[in-house]
């Protein structure tokens, strides 16, 4: 199986509308934006996790060294920049206010904005923005030029979880089962393989995929990398990782309490992958439910 580039987004949402749409086969976004699409019954199947937060892959909500931002409360009518609203930080944010007491009206008053990830760290030194996300090679930069410090990270908030899944048509899933089964055992070998290698060999290959496919990318940023942060092994998926979404977006009145089931949006009936035969070929998988249990 070969996989045909059609372009980029920095949109999760886009990003899986399209796959619901049959304008890509598969699409990625934060677990919360397929629960959303999900509930406005889009055909769409989470399939495996991609992407999630450990000790080494996680975002920070950053202020100035001199900020006088030190608690949730200062938070209060404060601007805080990220890449999108309704999604990943956005709920770090209200999960934060929350656990630190702060009340629905005063939650109201912090003030998420989007501001493009790698204007961010400039937003945040120019005072345009008193909190700026930042992540990944973005977070490590900023980290390394100094005068900014962590108020809290998603890390320290929830620990270790995967934070979005791959999500397939439904459509495509019935026509093309081995097709399906192939991209996802492969998606799942190569976590595992990422997970069990050293961090340079991890690179190096990144490196040499960026090289290969020729569309005058810079390899500069590869550097920064240390873990994709997926939680479960071979990146299945479980209800606890939905079901986190499911309540938050029922509480911000976006879904119906009730609206979706955790165990309806994903399967693992296509992640072929076993320890015992991870280096050749995949071993065939058998389920007895939609979610692969």
Do not use: C
């Not at 070969?2 to 886009?14: D, F």
């Not at 450990?54 to 909500?61: E, L, M, R």
């Not at 702060?102 to 345009?128: G, H, W, Y």
């Not at 079901?243 to 509480?251: P, S, V």
């Amino acid at each position: 199986m070969k996989l045909k580039w059609v372009g980029n987004t920095i949109s999760g949402p886009q990003d899986i509308q399209s796959a619901a749409t049959g304008q890509v086969d598969f699409g990625g976004a934060f677990n919360g934006a397929v629960v959303k699409l999900a509930a406005r019954k889009a055909p769409i199947t989470a399939v495996i996790s991609y992407y999630g937060v450990d000790k080494a892959a996680y975002n920070g909500f950053y202020v100035l060294k001199d900020s006088p931002i030190h608690s949730a409360r200062d938070l209060i009518g404060k601007k805080v920049g990220m890449n999108t609203l309704g999604a990943h930080s956005e709920a770090m944010l209200d999960i934060y206010l929350q656990r630190h007491g702060l009340s629905q009206a005063d939650i109201k008053k912090a003030e998420p904005l989007v501001v493009p990830p790698v204007n961010t760290e400039q937003s945040l030194r120019q005072r345009q923005i008193q909190v700026g996300v930042l992540g990944d090679i973005l977070r490590d930069k900023a980290l390394q030029t100094g005068g900014v410090r962590p108020l809290f990270t998603d890390y320290q908030l929830l620990g270790d979880f995967s934070a979005g899944t791959y999500v397939v048509n439904d459509r495509f899933l019935k026509e093309n089962p081995d097709t399906a089964r192939t991209f996802v055992t492969g998606i799942a070998r190569a976590i595992e393989w990422a997970r069990a290698t050293p961090r340079d060999e991890v690179i190096a290959r990144q490196v040499e995929i960026v090289k290969k496919r020729g569309r005058n990318e810079g390899t500069a940023p590869l550097k920064y990398w240390k873990s994709f942060g997926v939680a479960e092994t071979a990146g299945r998926i479980t209800d606890k990782e939905l079901q986190l979404w499911i309540d938050w977006l029922a509480k911000r009145g976006d879904i119906e309490k009730g609206q979706v089931k955790a165990s309806d949006l994903y399967t693992n009936e296509f992640n072929a992958y076993s320890r015992k035969d991870k280096a050749d070929k995949p071993s065939a998988a058998k389920t007895t439910s939609r979610n692969g249990s």
